[in-house]
């Protein structure tokens, strides 16, 4: 079955500041979600790419989907107090979009 | 890491009939449970979220009347598609929330198809 990595496991920043999360996938990812979760909250949508080579951007948060279709990677500029939270990327592992699985988050903090 | 379990892992109903899945955390209690569904190539929705003892809140468009979610303990939650038809066809997931922590996790999701 499919799993998925992310890195780094927490990151801490100063307001201000770039950072990237990496989330690599076993397998080739037919679908690459990435989610927001403020503590005890839902899962707020973020992006979804699926082809390969595919960038998109929302405000200050870019994620770009390798060529390969294994990796992607969400960039924030000028990171704000705003974008903490855990970061997760979620995929599904077949062409008809089911079989969710995550990757286990990345903790942000930014500070002021 | 933590456990979950969903069962069934897939079921095929015909329409008209209910169907309950049920969302165990197996090492640790749950005191938040936030149910998903997930159409094919499409981003999971967060559907209700609820709160060991209490009632849940549902997210908008979502009728309470026609899924309901039974959180009755920290290690059981239950979500029941009433009256169910091949709309509600969908991929479910349950996610436990550990109190405490800021960790999420998820269930193995359960595959609902009603004919």
């Known amino acids: 079955s499919q799993e998925l990595e992310q890195s780094p496991q927490s990151l801490i920043v100063q307001e201000g500041k770039n950072l990237t999360i990496n989330c690599t996938s076993s397998?080739?990812?037919?679908?690459l979600y990435w989610y927001k979760q403020k503590y005890g909250e839902g899962l707020i949508f973020l992006m979804m790419?699926?082809?390969?080579?595919e960038e998109k951007s929302h405000e200050k948060i870019t994620a770009k989907l390798d060529e390969k279709k294994q990796q992607s990677s969400l960039h924030i500029t000028a990171s704000q107090p705003s974008h903490a939270g855990i970061y997760l990327c979620?995929?599904?592992?077949?062409?008809?979009?089911?079989?969710?699985?995550f990757g286990p988050g990345t903790r942000l903090s930014v500070l002021p | 890491g933590a456990v979950v379990s969903q069962h069934p892992s897939w079921v095929i109903c015909k329409s008209g009939t209910s169907v309950k899945i049920e969302c165990r955390s197996l090492?640790?209690?749950?005191?938040?449970m936030f149910w998903y569904r997930q159409f094919p190539k499409q981003s999971l929705m967060l559907m209700a979220t609820?709160?060991?003892?209490?009632?849940?809140?549902?997210e908008q468009g979502v009728e309470k009347d026609k899924f309901l979610i039974n959180h009755a303990s920290l290690t059981l939650s239950t979500l029941t598609v009433t009256s169910a038809h091949p709309e509600d066809s969908s991929f479910y997931i349950c996610?436990?929330?550990?109190?405490?922590?800021?960790?999420?996790?998820f269930g193995p999701g359960t595959r609902l198809t009603v004919l």
């Open positions: 790419l699926q082809k390969g080579g």
């Open positions: 609820s709160n060991e003892g209490s009632k849940a809140t549902y």
């Open positions: 979620g995929a599904t592992d077949d062409n008809y979009g089911q079989n969710f699985v």
């Open positions: 090492d640790f209690q749950a005191t938040t």
């Open positions: 397998k080739t990812l037919y679908g």
């Open positions: 996610a436990p929330w550990r109190g405490g922590t800021d960790t999420q996790y």
